[in-house]
């Protein structure tokens, strides 16, 4: 019954290759994002979708692409991996903009 | 308190007494303030919340206060015991953005 989850929870892939982490929330949230937090715990926005559409594309890199098929899931895909990419993954949900966001357990990516 | 520097501050408290942890905002505008608790190898987990027209809220074992003249934030946590250990941040709002701060490890000696 976890509230959100992702998938994998760790991933570890050489420079240069293509991933994606999944993620899946069963609160009935209409709002779901994407944070990066990098290895001094600082915890950054990069993406925010509304009801499967973008609103919030904090400059991330054009290599990193989310994917929302249906309000429920939101993917995140990243292409030609660079070492720079290492960093936990966080996926969120909330029921709207100004309200509780609900965390995953994260995605630790290691790029060797 | 909230830090972008190279390192995380620590507050280390005795198991029983209670816990300050301080944080700053930039954005005068943000009128939503929210502290969450990070344990290792978790994500963050909502504690508390509260909107720029209150100025205390209190939720179970945890009060955060915030003062909109100097634009800061703290949550004082009652009775502090090791469960309480992990990392705290606070975040505010730009607009229907959240921005976090750096955060502070909490340490609880038994």
């Known amino acids: 019954d976890t509230a959100v989850s992702q998938t994998p929870k760790y991933l570890v892939t050489q420079m240069g290759n293509d991933k994606s982490i999944k993620c899946e929330q069963n609160l009935g949230h209409d709002t779901m994002y994407w944070y990066k937090q990098d290895s001094k715990k600082f915890l950054k926005i990069m993406f925010s979708y509304n009801n499967k559409e973008l609103i919030i594309n904090e400059t991330v890199p054009n290599r990193f692409s989310p994917k929302s098929p249906d309000k429920a899931h939101l993917n995140l895909h990243i292409n030609s991996l660079e070492l720079g990419d290492s960093a936990v993954y966080f996926c969120?949900?909330?029921?709207?903009?100004?309200?509780?966001?609900?965390f995953g357990d994260g995605t630790r990516l290691s790029i060797l | 308190g909230e830090s972008v520097g190279l390192h995380l501050p620590t507050l280390s408290v005795q198991e029983g007494d209670n816990s300050i942890i301080n944080c700053a905002y930039s954005n005068s505008a943000s009128d939503y303030f929210i502290w969450y608790k990070q344990e290792s190898g978790k994500g963050p987990q909502f504690i508390i919340d509260i909107r720029s027209n209150m100025d205390k809220r209190q939720g179970q074992r945890v009060t955060v206060l915030l003062n909109k003249t100097v634009k800061h934030l703290s949550l004082q946590i009652a009775a502090t015991q090791p469960g309480d250990s992990a990392v705290y941040f606070c975040a505010s709002n730009a607009g229907n953005m959240l921005t976090f701060g750096g955060g502070t490890r909490l340490m609880v000696k038994p």
């Open positions: 969120a949900s909330s029921q709207g903009a100004l309200q509780p966001q609900h």
